[in-house]
C-alpha cells in the first residue's frame, strides 16, 4: 500500500490555532466533578451491572417521558471528539463537504481541545468550507474533560435541538447519500436509539497508511484502502443514534457519577453499554448506506508504557485475525 493514501479535499491556508468560531465549554457548564480514587472502582461495578451480573436494574430511576414522532425535514446532529487524532477527522469532516446531505439539516459538532494544535488547525480549515445543509459547530474543553468521551456527548445530549442526535467518533466517514437515506429511515420513528445494520471496515491500518501532512487538509480514502461490509448487532461505539427528547430528557449516562468526572488519560469508551442498560435497548437496526470506518492499529491517544502499547496493538491484531476467519467462515 502507497503512503500516500489519500486524495485532497481542501489544503489548509497559513492561520494560527485559535479557532475564532469555537466556544470553550466551562467546567460548570459540565457539571464534572474532579478524578478520584474511588472512581475508577465504580466504572467496573457499573459495568458489571450493565452486563447483567449485578441485580439493580430494578432500582435505576426512571424518567418517564414519551418521544414524538419527527417528520419532513429532519435536523440530524453529530457528535465526535477528538484528541491527537486529526488524521482521522480529516477524513471524517472531508466526507461531509463531499457528500452533504440534501434532505436533512446536519449539525457537525466536534470536541477538542485547544492544546492539540494540528486538530485546532484542521477545524479552522474546515471553518471556512460551507458545504449545503451543514452547520459546523466546535466545543473546546479541557484535555481532562475530553479525555471522558461520556462528558462531551451528556453535554451534546442536553443541549441539542436536532430531532435525532448521532453519537461517533471521528474514525467513522459518511457516505454518498448516508444522511438522507438517516433522514427518511427516522421519519415518524420513536424509539430511543437505532443503529445502523451494516458498516464497511477497512483492514487495520498503520501510521503510514493514515499518516497525514504536516498542516492539516480535509481529505477522502483513496482506492486502495480496501473496506469489507460487516453487521453490526447493537447500537455501540460510533454507532449510536438516539432520538433527541431521549437525548435531552435524560443526558448521556448523566447521572452516572464515574463517567461524569474528569481523566488524568484518554480512557477507552465503555459508557455505550451502559448508555444502552439506561435506556433498556440494543437500540433497532436500520438501513443506511455509505457508513465505513478506518480502523487504526496504532492507538496514539493513550499514554501507556511501550510494553502495554504493544501489548494493546496485540491484542488487536489477534481480533482482526478472529473477524477475518469468522467473515471466511460465512462466505
Not at 418521544?67 to 477528538?82: N, T
Request: aromatic share 8%; net charge positive.
Amino acid at each position: 500500500m502507497a503512503h500516500d493514501t489519500t486524495d485532497s479535499v481542501a489544503r489548509m491556508p497559513d492561520a494560527a490555532s485559535r479557532v475564532p468560531d469555537a466556544r470553550d465549554i466551562a467546567p460548570p457548564e459540565l457539571g464534572v466533578a474532579p478524578p478520584s480514587s474511588l472512581h475508577g472502582l465504580q466504572g467496573w461495578l457499573m459495568r458489571w451491572a450493565a452486563s447483567g451480573w449485578l441485580p439493580i436494574r430494578g432500582f435505576w430511576p426512571r424518567t418517564e417521558f414519551e418521544p414524538q414522532a419527527k417528520g419532513g425535514r429532519l435536523r440530524i446532529e453529530i457528535v465526535s471528539h477528538c484528541w491527537n487524532y486529526s488524521h482521522l477527522l480529516e477524513h471524517q469532516l472531508g466526507s461531509l463537504v463531499l457528500h452533504p446531505p440534501r434532505e436533512v439539516e446536519a449539525t457537525m459538532t466536534v470536541y477538542f481541545c485547544r492544546e492539540d494544535r494540528r486538530t485546532a488547525r484542521l477545524l479552522e480549515v474546515a471553518a471556512k468550507q460551507e458545504p449545503a445543509n451543514v452547520r459546523w459547530q466546535w466545543r473546546a474543553l479541557a484535555k481532562e474533560h475530553l479525555f471522558r468521551r461520556s462528558i462531551g456527548r451528556n453535554h451534546a445530549a442536553l443541549a441539542t435541538r436536532a430531532d435525532w442526535i448521532w453519537f461517533t467518533d471521528c474514525d467513522l466517514l459518511f457516505g454518498e447519500g448516508c444522511l438522507d437515506a438517516l433522514g427518511r429511515a427516522l421519519q415518524g420513528r420513536v424509539e430511543p436509539l437505532v443503529y445502523p445494520r451494516q458498516e464497511n471496515l477497512t483492514t487495520l491500518l498503520d501510521d503510514a497508511a493514515l499518516a497525514g501532512e504536516a498542516e492539516p487538509r480535509l481529505r477522502q480514502p483513496s482506492g486502495e484502502l480496501e473496506f469489507s461490509s460487516t453487521i453490526a448487532t447493537k447500537a455501540k461505539g460510533p454507532l449510536q443514534i438516539t432520538h433527541g427528547d431521549v437525548a435531552r430528557a435524560l443526558g448521556y449516562c448523566r447521572d452516572i457519577s464515574c463517567y461524569q468526572r474528569a481523566e488524568r488519560e484518554f480512557q477507552k469508551c465503555r459508557e455505550d453499554t451502559a448508555f444502552r442498560w439506561i435506556l433498556g435497548t440494543h437500540g433497532v437496526p436500520i438501513d443506511l448506506p455509505g457508513v465505513s470506518r478506518l480502523r487504526h492499529a496504532s492507538k496514539g491517544r493513550y499514554h501507556g508504557s511501550e510494553a502495554s502499547n504493544k501489548l494493546r496493538l496485540f491484542a488487536r491484531r489477534l481480533q482482526e485475525r478472529w473477524r477475518a476467519r469468522r467473515r471466511h467462515a460465512k462466505s
